[in-house]
C-alpha cells in the first residue's frame, strides 16, 4: 500500500476543474477532487445522475478532465462493471484500445437517492460479481437535484420537502438505512467513510480503495448548505461536527481471513480515546435549518434525545467492531 | 450444423467472440446466454462474462463496456426488454454500437412466455436498428452482421436482432455456418467515429489518452440537435446495411437486403410482415398460386429504419394490402407495422386498400389455414373495393 502525502497530492492537477456549476458551500466538488488526487494512473469515471452530474457537464461545457460517462440513475455501479469487464477482456485478448493498461482505476460516483433507493440493486449486483472498482457513495442525505425530497438515507426527523416537518409529523419518519452494514455484508475487500473536514483522510482512503483488488466502497458524508439549510461558509464546520458528534464517525474496513475488521480513523480514533470530547448531537443539529423545528418555535427534547440515542448506540457498536467496546 | 434459433444467435456470437457479453436470463431467450457462458467455461472465446442481476444492469453494463471501447453482447426478451426501456434509449443516443438479440415474447400481464412482438415494438422508437429474423439461419447471419452495420462509420447504432420465441428460439433447424477465421476477418476490429472533444480530436470512447465526457447535460439549446444526428445515422443505415450485406454475401452465398419481396411482380393481394410467420406466408402463398390466385408477400427484414422506399417500390400497383401484426397498439388506429405501411402509402397517387390482420398474441398457432383464410378475406376486400373492417383480429375465438 502506497501512502499520498498532502505535498504530492496538492502538486497534481484537478481532475475535477474548477468552473463546474456545483453550488457555493457544495462538499460534492471537494470530496471528488480529493478522491481524484488519489488515482493511480489510468482512470475512468462514470457517474449517476445526480447534482455532481448535471452541474459538471453542462454541454458544450465539462469540467472532466478525465474519461467520463454518465449512464443513468441507478446504474452507476452496472456502467462501472462494464468498464472494468471491457479493460479486463481487453487485458486478456492482448488488443483493444484499453489492454496497455496494467492498472485502471475505474470509479463510479452516485449521490444517496442514487445508492441507498433506486441503485442498491445494481450496486449490490457489481459488490457480487467482484468488480474491481471504486464506488463512491456523496452522500448529501436527500434528493438535492430534483429539489431536497427525502431518500432512505436522510436521517431521522429531518425536514424535506416530501418529509416535511408539519403540526402532526416532525419530518422524516424513519432512521437513516444501514448502508455501510448492507455493503459490507457482500464481504468486499474495503470499505470507508469520509468526511471533506479531513482531506489526509480522504486522500488515504480512496488510494486503498484504488488499491484494493475488488470492489471498494467509500461513503462521503457531503453536507449541502442548500438541503440542510446552513450558510455556504459552515460546510467543513457541519462536515467536522458530522465527525465530531459521532453522528458520521471515520473509519475503514477491511477483509482479514474473510471477515472484516474495522479500524477507527484518527478523528473519531480521538473521540473514543477521550468519550468527554464527544460532542452532544444537538450541537450538529442546531446549525442546520432542516432541524430548526426540534428546536423551535417549540423545543423537542424528546426527538433530540431520541436521535442522541440512536447515535449513541451505533457509535457503541462500531467501538465494538473496531475492538474497542 | 443443427442450431436452434437461441444457439444459432450464441454460436454466431462465439465466432465474433466479444469482449463483454453481459446478460440475464429470461425465457426464451435463456439458451443463448446458457450456450454462451458454456463457451466461456470451455475457454472457446475470451469474453468477459458478466452474469448480471437484472437485464437493466445488463445492458447498463453493455454501455460501460461499449463506451470503454469493447465490443459488447447481450440478449433479452419480453418483460426484460421492458426493464432495460430506460437504457435502450440512452445505448442509442451515446452511438454505442451494442448487440442485443431478442427472443420475442408477449409481455405481461397475463404472464406468457410464448411468442408476439410487443417486447420489440415496445422499443421501436429508441433509435436501435432492428433485424427481425425469419429462420434460425437468418439469426446466425444477423448475428455476424449486425456488428458490421452497428460499427459502420456512418451509423454508429445499437442492433437487436429479433428472432420468434419458441417459434426460431428453440426449434432445430440445419444452420449454415462459416468458419471461425472468415467471421472473425469479416468483423475485424471495431472502428470508432472520430469527435472533437474538449481536449481535441479523439476516438468517441473512454479513453485516458484522450478524455471525453460521455453523457453530459444537454439542455435545450443543443438536445435537439443531438436527437437529429441519431435521425441521420439511422437514415444512413438504409445505406450502410445493404452495403454490408454485399460484403456478406461474398462469402456466405446468402443475401438479404432490407426486404424480401416474393412473387409480387404480378400480385393482386399481398400480405407484409416480420419474422418467422413470413414462411408460412410464402408457403401459402405458393398454395394460391398454384390454385390461380395472384397473392404475394413481402417480408420485411429491417423494421428500424423503416424501408420506406424499397417498401413502396415492391408493392407498387398491388391493390390490396394486408399487413400482419404481431402486437397490439393499444388505443392506436392499427397495430404498429399496419400504421407504418399505411403512412408510407399516403402519398402514393394510387393508394392501395389496406387492412390490418393482428394474429399470433401470446404464442397463438398462425398455420397455413389462417393465413390462407386472411388472403381470402383480403381477396374479398379488393374485389368489393373495400374493406369492410379496417383491423381484423385473426384467430381469435368468437
Not at chain 2, 69 to 94: D, Q
Given at each position: ?8 497530492a ?11 456549476r ?15 488526487k488519489?488515482v493511480?494512473?489510468?482512470t475512468?469515471?462514470t457517474?449517476a ?8 457537464t453542462?454541454?458544450?461545457?465539462t469540467?472532466?478532465n478525465?474519461?467520463w ?29 484499453l ?16 445508492t441507498?433507493?433506486?441503485?442498491l440493486?445494481?450496486l449490490?449486483?457489481a ?17 438535492m437535484?430534483?429539489g ?6 436522510t436521517?431521522?426527523a ?5 418529509s ?30 469520509l468526511?471533506?473536514?479531513y ?10 480503495a ?14 449541502c448548505s442548500?438541503?440542510?439549510r ?8 457541519v462536515?467536522?461536527?458530522a465527525?465530531q458528534?459521532?453522528?458520521f464517525?471515520?473509519?475503514e ?15 473519531s ?23 430548526r423545528?426540534?428546536f423551535?418555535p ?28 | 450444423?443443427?442450431l ?6 450464441a454460436y ?19 439458451i443463448?446466454v446458457?450456450?454462451?457462458s458454456?463457451y ?14 437484472s437485464e ?20 433479452t426478451?419480453?418483460?426484460g426488454?421492458?426493464l ?39 422499443a421501436?422508437?429508441?433509435?436501435w436498428?432492428q ?57 475485424g476490429?471495431r472502428e470508432?467515429m472520430?469527435?472533437k ?28 440537435e ?13 445505406r ?22 416474393y412473387r409480387l ?12 410467420t ?29 424501408p420506406?422506399e ?20 393499444f388505443g ?6 399496419y ?9 402514393e ?32 376486400a379488393?374485389i ?15
Amino acid at each position: 500500500m502506497s501512502e499520498l502525502t498532502l505535498r504530492e497530492a496538492s502538486r497534481k492537477p484537478d481532475l475535477l476543474a474548477p468552473g463546474h456549476r456545483l453550488c457555493a458551500g457544495c462538499a460534492e466538488p471537494m470530496v471528488v477532487r480529493m478522491i481524484l488526487k488519489a488515482v493511480r494512473g489510468p482512470t475512468i469515471a462514470t457517474t449517476a445522475t445526480g447534482c455532481l452530474e448535471v452541474a459538471t457537464t453542462i454541454f458544450p461545457y465539462t469540467a472532466w478532465n478525465l474519461p467520463w460517462i454518465h449512464n443513468a440513475f441507478e446504474n452507476a455501479a452496472a456502467t462501472a462493471s462494464g468498464i472494468e469487464a471491457a479493460w479486463r477482456a481487453m487485458r486478456r485478448k492482448g488488443r483493444g484500445p484499453l489492454s496497455k493498461y496494467e492498472t485502471l482505476d475505474v470509479v463510479a460516483f452516485a449521490g444517496d437517492g442514487g445508492t441507498y433507493d433506486i441503485g442498491l440493486q445494481a450496486l449490490s449486483g457489481a459488490l457480487e460479481r467482484g468488480h474491481d472498482f471504486t464506488y463512491v457513495l456523496i452522500d448529501n442525505e436527500a434528493y438535492m437535484n430534483t429539489g431536497i425530497q427525502r431518500s432512505g438515507g436522510t436521517p431521522y426527523a429531518a425536514e424535506t420537502t416530501t418529509s416535511p416537518a408539519g403540526s402532526v409529523i416532525p419530518g422524516k419518519r424513519e432512521w437513516k438505512k444501514p448502508i455501510e452494514d448492507i455493503v459490507i455484508a457482500h464481504r468486499i475487500p474495503y470499505a470507508a467513510t469520509l468526511s471533506p473536514a479531513y482531506p489526509l483522510d480522504v486522500l488515504r482512503k480512496a488510494r486503498r480503495a484504488f488499491e484494493a483488488d475488488g470492489p471498494a466502497f467509500l461513503h462521503a458524508i457531503v453536507p449541502c448548505s442548500r438541503g440542510w439549510r446552513f450558510p455556504p461558509e459552515k460546510t467543513i464546520m457541519v462536515s467536522r461536527l458530522a465527525v465530531q458528534t459521532c453522528v458520521f464517525p471515520l473509519w475503514e474496513c477491511w477483509l482479514e481471513k474473510g471477515r472484516p475488521v474495522y479500524r477507527l480513523s484518527a478523528p473519531s480514533e480521538a473521540v473514543a480515546k477521550r468519550p468527554e470530547s464527544k460532542k452532544p448531537v444537538e450541537e450538529y443539529l442546531s446549525i442546520q435549518g432542516r432541524f430548526r423545528h426540534l428546536f423551535q418555535p417549540k423545543r423537542r427534547d424528546d426527538i433530540i434525545k431520541s436521535i442522541q440515542e440512536w447515535v449513541d448506540e451505533r457509535w457503541m457498536q462500531l467501538l465494538e467492531k473496531a475492538g474497542l467496546g | 450444423m443443427g442450431l436452434n434459433g437461441d444457439e444459432a444467435a450464441a454460436y454466431a456470437v462465439k465466432q465474433v467472440n466479444p469482449d463483454v457479453v453481459a446478460a440475464y436470463p429470461i425465457t426464451p431467450q435463456t439458451i443463448i446466454v446458457e450456450r454462451f457462458s458454456e463457451y466461456v467455461a470451455d475457454g472457446l472465446v475470451d469474453t468477459e462474462f458478466v452474469s448480471v442481476e437484472s437485464e437493466h444492469s445488463a445492458l447498463s453494463c453493455c454501455v460501460g463496456a461499449a463506451a470503454a471501447g469493447a465490443r459488447a453482447f447481450t440478449a433479452t426478451a419480453a418483460n426484460g426488454l421492458a426493464l432495460m426501456w430506460e437504457i435502450t434509449y440512452i445505448a442509442s443516443a451515446l452511438r454505442l454500437p451494442i448487440v442485443m438479440a431478442v427472443a420475442n415474447r408477449a409481455l405481461s400481464a397475463p404472464i406468457n412466455i410464448h411468442n408476439d412482438h410487443s417486447d420489440a415494438m415496445g422499443a421501436r422508437d429508441s433509435g436501435w436498428i432492428q433485424i427481425w429474423c425469419e429462420n434460425s439461419q437468418e439469426v446466425y447471419d444477423a448475428c455476424i452482421e449486425a456488428w458490421r452495420i452497428g460499427e459502420h462509420p456512418e451509423v454508429q447504432l445499437p442492433v437487436m436482432i429479433n428472432l420468434d420465441g419458441f417459434t426460431l428460439s428453440h426449434t432445430l433447424e440445419n444452420v449454415l455456418t462459416l468458419p471461425d477465421e472468415t467471421v472473425q476477418e469479416f468483423v475485424g476490429e471495431r472502428e470508432f467515429m472520430r469527435v472533437k472533444g474538449h481536449m481535441g480530436e479523439a476516438d468517441f470512447r473512454l479513453d485516458p489518452e484522450r478524455p471525453l465526457t460521455i453523457g453530459p447535460l444537454d439542455l435545450p439549446d443543443f438536445y435537439f440537435e443531438h436527437k437529429l444526428q441519431q435521425v441521420e445515422a439511422l437514415k444512413k443505415a438504409l445505406r450502410a446495411i445493404p452495403a454490408v450485406d454485399e460484403e456478406y454475401s461474398k462469402l456466405s452465398g446468402r443475401r438479404y437486403e432490407l426486404i424480401h419481396p416474393y412473387r409480387l411482380e404480378d400480385a393482386e393481394i399481398a400480405l407484409i410482415g416480420l419474422g418467422s410467420t413470413m414462411g408460412t406466408v410464402m408457403h401459402v402463398v405458393d398454395e394460391l398460386r398454384e390454385e390461380g390466385v395472384k397473392a404475394g408477400a413481402l417480408k420485411l427484414r429491417i423494421f428500424r429504419p423503416f424501408p420506406e422506399e424499397a417498401l413502396k417500390e415492391a408493392i407498387r400497383g398491388i391493390p390490396a394490402i394486408g399487413v400482419l401484426d404481431r402486437a397490439i397498439s393499444f388505443g392506436a388506429p392499427g397495430g404498429p407495422l399496419y400504421e407504418e405501411v399505411k403512412t408510407a402509402l399516403y402519398e402514393e397517387d394510387e393508394r392501395p386498400i389496406v387492412v390490418n390482420y393482428i394474429h399470433g398474441l401470446g404464442g397463438r398457432d398462425s398455420p397455413p389455414d389462417l393465413i390462407k383464410s386472411i388472403y381470402k378475406s383480403l381477396d374479398h376486400a379488393r374485389i368489393r373495393g373495400r374493406a369492410m373492417e379496417k383491423v381484423v383480429y385473426a384467430g381469435v375465438r368468437g
